[in-house]
């Protein structure tokens, strides 16, 4: 039985074992980056507002 089930394929299994992880890892760092982009605009609003100015990478500071 076990052989049936490591026998090969035809390649698709093999392209499976690397294409799930590869989602996997894809789907969480969206997850997290969405988090994280909700945290700071929430953060971003308790300091001042969606009027505030704040300073980023991109705003040249005097």
């Known amino acids: ?6 026998a090969h394929q ?3 299994d093999e392209a ?7 989602a996997a890892f894809a789907s969480l760092l969206v997850v997290a980056t ?4 909700a945290i ?4 971003h609003e308790a300091e001042g507002g969606p009027d505030a100015t704040v300073a980023d ?5 005097g």
């Open 40 to 43: 700071q605009r929430a953060r």
């Open 34 to 37: 969405r988090r994280a982009k």
């Open 10 to 12: 035809g390649g698709w």
């Open 1 to 6: 039985m076990t052989d049936v089930l490591l």
């Open 57 to 61: 990478e991109t705003t040249p500071s």
């Open 16 to 22: 499976l074992l690397v294409l799930v992880p590869i």
